[in-house]
């Protein structure tokens, strides 16, 4: 039963699907066409070739005859080889003369006394004028058209307003040590052979080689056209040489065993000073009047003799007395003293400030019962 349906549906579809086909082929038309405009190049408008005008041409048909063709360029060589520059030589401009320096006059001041302190903007010192007023001033301070630019313990330093520097001492420098030459306390002559050196009071006369080789009028010595050593020249201008036994015309041969014949020899020598300590010994070769000497000098710390001692060196019963204080202390006395010594080198940071207040202190007070027409800021 379902088959005969089956067949009955699918004839059904074939038949419809005929029919379909029929209509459409009855139906069938053909599409319209578009016509196209072909253009007729035959009929386009030709334009005329456009007139050139030449003014050359107009020129060349002149009537009056008043053209003439120009010249054609006459063909000129060209040196591709450029020339050597020549060498000039400018004229220098003459150097500047130095503008000379317009000093003022110094100030007309006195230093009456200096208070010192761990902190230098702190330290105090006392100056009078020329009518005697006197006045303190600090680090920074203006005296005049000046200011003070550094405290010490025996000076000020004062720069003027052009520049000009100016050093005002409370003691002069030749009356802290009486008697003493400060060459004194660096070099001892012990006999004409041997010599103590004290290179801390040495440094403080002389800082560099170059002022040593001033000192002595240092220059080659020669012989035979071949370097023989140093020669001394004048030593008037210097004790230096004086002091450590050396005269004008000696010839210094060796240092320690060492030539000195050239620049590299020298430099070594100098190292080899440089590197002595306290204690060690510098040995010296001289050639004096074709004789030789050998100098030495002992390298130690000297004792800062009295201005009060004995100089002269003289013995009593035997006794070296140089160095002997004129005036002899009692046991209580010189008992008292080592104290006092004892406490200044050993004593404390707070010991020390309480000193230097308990100074100041005493000073400004003195200062206040001075004159009484001074004025203290």
């Known amino acids: 039963m379902v088959k005969q349906q089956l067949w009955i549906i699918n004839s059904a579809l074939v038949v419809l699907a005929i029919v379909s086909i029929a209509l459409a082929q009855l139906v069938k038309q053909d599409l319209p066409s578009i016509p196209t405009r072909r253009r007729n190049y035959a009929q386009a408008e ?8 030449s003014p050359e041409k107009i020129y060349q048909n002149d009537l009056f005859d008043t053209f003439s063709a ?23 401009a003459a150097p500047t003369k130095n503008q000379k320096v317009d000093f003022i006059p110094p100030l007309d001041i006195t230093i009456k006394g200096i208070i010192m302190s761990p902190q230098p903007k ?26 003070v630019l550094k405290i010490t313990k025996n000076q000020m330093v004062v720069i003027r307003g052009n520049g000009q520097q100016e050093t005002f001492f409370l003691r002069k420098m030749e009356k802290l040590n009486p008697g003493l030459p400060s060459w004194d306390f660096a070099i001892k002559k012990i006999d004409d052979a041997l010599y103590h050196l004290d290179p801390v009071e040495i440094l403080k006369e002389i800082t560099s080689i170059g002022e040593v080789i001033e000192a002595l009028d240092l220059c ?23 002091k450590l036994g050396l005269a004008s015309g000696d010839i210094i041969t060796k240092v320690n065993s060492l030539p000195v014949t050239d620049s590299k020899e020298r430099i070594a020598v100098y190292d080899a000073i440089a590197e002595l300590s306290m204690g060690g010994y510098i040995h010296v070769s001289v050639m004096r009047s074709d004789k030789s000497l050998e100098l030495s000098y002992l390298l130690k710390r000297l004792e800062r003799p009295s201005p009060f001692s004995s100089s002269s060196g003289d013995t009593k019963d035997g006794k070296d007395t140089q160095g002997s204080d004129l005036f002899q202390l009692g046991k ?46």
């Open 70 to 92: 120009p010249a054609e360029p006459v063909p000129t060589s060209k040196n591709l080889v450029t020339p050597i520059p020549q060498f000039s030589v400018k004229n220098s």
């Open 122 to 147: 702190n330290s105090i010192v006392m100056v009078a004028d020329s009518t005697g007023k006197e006045q303190m001033y600090h680090i920074g301070d203006k005296i005049n058209d000046g200011q």
């Open 332 to 377: 209580d006395a010189q008992r008292q003293q080592n104290r006092r010594r004892f406490d200044q080198i050993h004593r404390t940071s707070e010991q020390h400030d309480a000193a230097i207040s308990e100074m100041r202190k005493k000073m400004l007070d003195d200062m206040r019962t001075r004159a009484p027409n001074r004025r203290v800021l």
């Open 46 to 53: 030709i334009k005329p070739p456009r007139l050139i005008v």
């Open 220 to 242: 080659g010595a020669y012989k035979d056209g071949k370097s023989i050593g140093l020669l001394i020249g004048s030593i008037k201008h210097h004790p230096l040489a004086e």
